[in-house]
């Protein structure tokens, strides 16, 4: 008998810090069906300049014990520094088989492979601006970084340059976005490699949150 329990999967975005930015990570969780709807279940950001190899060492000793073991898949973003970090995943963790090395683009096309995508940022966050529209996404309330992350869903913005080129990013110039390319790169994966068979506009009253405090918890506790 297959109960609902083992039909859960989890898939964890890192979007890694550098020198001003830190690295944070979404994780989401999804039932195994052909559409499903994802519950953002946990949201943390790592203390500006933390070492890549302590990085490495907190989030692969999370991904072996429950309810994450043997169910997650982990998608870092390779762009820059991305690439010498997943193969201190793979050194760290050999048996890490669900790793994928995702490199955020300025282009219009998706590229690579299968664990090695490359995709234009423009997708990522589109992508996750459709499930929001769609209600397919739900937002834990009382998550330590749920306002941090509205704020920049909110403040999101694309401008068009002179010469026809988009850029996507917050408005103003010493925003941050670090939590919601990680919850992109988690939704992205889990949409276009499923496991199974102007400005971006997202008003305050599309985004699904609940408010029951009793339905959802941070029960995966602080990285």
Known sequence: MV???????????????????PTALALIEHPLTRKPSYQLRALHRFPLGTPYPRLVEQIARRLTNPPLTGRTRLVIDATGVGKPVVDLFKHHQPRLSDLYALTITAGTSVGGNTRNPTVPKRDLIINTAVLLQQQRLRIAPNLHDTQTLLDELLSYRVTTSDTGHDRY??????????????????LWLAENKPITYGTISVPRGRIPIHTDPNRWSDHFGYW
Request: negative net charge.
């Open 3 to 21: 109960t609902t329990r083992t039909r859960t999967r989890y898939i964890l975005g890192v979007d890694l810090g550098q020198a001003n930015d």
């Open 169 to 186: 990013g917050p408005a103003n110039s010493d925003g941050h976005d670090d939590l919601l390319l990680a919850l992109s790169l988690a």
